[in-house]
């Protein structure tokens, strides 16, 4: 079975058994069964979150780089043989990707699968094709919605939503 059929019939499982499952449980799930290991996300806790601006940019930096991290390592393994997954992070400019390249059958595979970045004190989603989203995980972690954009929605949309418009 290809990784991605397994992920799917994992996916549908996990549903039955957990109302809304979060990507750390797929994660976690999908690793326990196909590579006998659990691994846990660890995400600091409410607690944890600093109080100053600029405790609070290195915080968000150091979750959002732990996040795609875990990520794409845990996706890494279940990728075909001339696939690859890239994290890159450029905290100059504070911009965050997870990228996935190589070849599937004959076809050329180039694609974002995250892309986040820190502007004004706030945590905006540019891209996430992840299961349940990142933002999941970023609220787990103590972030406020307040603090996280979904700038893949236009403003409209986002004023529509609990999260931060800008």
Known sequence: ?????????????????????????????????????????????????????????????????????????????????????HVIFDDERDEYLWLQTGWSKQNRVYGTTLHVRLQNNKIWIEQDWTEDGIATDLIKAGVPKSDIVLAFHEPEVRSMTEFAIT
């Open 1 to 85: 079975m290809n990784p991605i059929s397994f992920f799917k019939q994992r996916t549908a499982a996990l549903r039955v058994r957990y109302d809304q499952p979060t990507i750390a449980e797929l994660l976690n799930e999908l690793c326990e069964i196909h590579q006998s290991e659990l691994v846990e996300i660890e995400t600091p806790t409410r607690e944890d979150r600093p109080n100053a601006m600029l405790d609070k940019t290195t915080h968000y930096r150091q979750l959002i780089k732990n996040l795609l991290n875990q990520y794409a390592g845990l996706v890494s393994r279940q990728l075909e043989p001339d696939m690859q997954t």
